[in-house]
């Protein structure tokens, strides 16, 4: 009996070229599927779909009555072009700090219209700080003041984006509310949302 476990462990341990280039092979194509799977999933959780499952109810149809969703341009933004990042590091950390809000869903702590507007000033000031920390990253993946004609925008616009150039400002400063409803102000101390 030993002489066959040693011969056993013999044989596992020095593998042939045909078994070390059959695990090669194989650890190739799971890899490539792994990865295409991923991928796929992670694209789909980006999709406007995907987004709607939760919710529906509650700033989907707003967002539906938006410019980002229709305008005479044809250009729609979806929600992961706001609120996810283009570049593949910032997307994957955002991603996973998302957990935590499809986790708060499952739970039941933003899962009615109720529930959500209750929260929806919080949710907001987290969204606004995370979008005040990147400098607005993914409204410039569209908008970038560099690429700007303000010659031909409205008087107002014109003063505001060149007064937000040269005071280093970003999109969120003026644009909160912009794809959404604001969340109710009463009983907020005055200040409050001011950017810090």
């Keep these: ?38 991928n796929t999933a992670l694209e789909y959780t980006n999709t406007e779909e995907f987004c709607s499952n939760c919710h529906m ?27 996810v990042p283009h570049e593949f590091i910032p997307k994957w950390m955002r991603k996973f700090k998302a957990t935590r809000e499809v986790y708060s869903h499952f739970m039941g702590h933003v899962d009615t219209k109720e529930k959500f507007e209750a929260a929806r000033l919080e949710m907001a000031q987290r969204e606004w700080a995370r979008m005040q920390t990147n400098n607005s990253q993914e ?6 003041f560099e690429t700007m004609d303000f010659t031909q925008q409205k008087a107002v616009a014109n003063r505001m984006h060149s007064f937000a150039l040269t005071e280093n400002k970003t999109c969120i400063d003026c644009h909160k509310g912009i794809a959404h409803q604001l969340p109710s102000m009463k009983n907020i101390k005055s200040g409050f949302l001011k950017n810090k």
């Excluded at 042939?16 to 991923?38: D, E, N, P, Q, T």
């Excluded at 989907?60 to 072009?81: F, L, W």
């Design 139 to 144: 409204c410039r993946h569209c908008h970038n």
């Design 57 to 83: 109810n509650d700033v989907v149809p707003e967002y539906r009555q938006t410019i980002h969703y229709m305008n005479r341009s044809g250009i729609k933004a979806t929600c992961s072009d706001c609120h």
């Design 1 to 38: 009996m030993l002489k066959i476990i040693k011969k056993f462990w013999r044989w596992f341990s020095t593998p042939s070229r045909i078994a070390i280039g059959v695990v090669i092979v194989l650890s190739f194509f799971a890899g490539v599927i792994f990865w295409g799977g991923f």
